[in-house]
Nanobody, 121 residues
Framework: VQLQAFGGGLVQAGGSLRLSCAAS????????LGWFRQAPGKEREFVAL??KYSQSVKGRFTTSRDSAKNTEYLQMNSLKREDTAVYYC?????????????????????WGQGTLVTVSS
């Protein structure tokens, strides 16, 4: 199984970026793909899983999926300096508990390598 996250880069505050996570080696329809991030000196934190978002990004970030391409996207708008982090995508089996435990990294079976997003003022 391989998850490849890409699309990070340097952007000014208020700008937008779209991250992609391409999955291979798994049955895409059986998995949710979630997003986490880790800022320098901070712990990894949950960002989004399907329609579930952390409070810090709700209303600014949107997930979408292209099943034909086995790819999940994270559209990030109105970026703030505090969004600067390495962003990771991760795959969790679709179960009745997926949403309830979306914040918990332990439900995710596979992780991508991360892509750096830097937001400048």
């Amino acid at each position: 199984v391989q998850l490849q996250a890409f699309g990070g880069g340097l952007v000014q505050a208020g700008g937008s970026l779209r991250l992609s996570c391409a999955a291979s080696g798994l049955t895409f329809s059986r998995y949710h793909l979630g997003w986490f991030r880790q800022a320098p000196g901070k712990e990894r934190e949950f960002v989004a899983l399907s329609s579930k978002y952390s409070q810090s990004v709700k209303g600014r970030f949107t997930t979408s999926r292209d099943s034909a391409k086995n790819t999940e996207y994270l559209q990030m708008n109105s970026l703030k300096r505090e969004d600067t982090a390495v962003y990771y995508c991760a795959a969790a089996l679709r179960t009745s508990d997926s949403f309830a435990y979306a914040y918990n990294p332990e439900i995710y079976h596979y992780w991508g390598q991360g892509t750096l997003v830097t937001v400048s003022s």
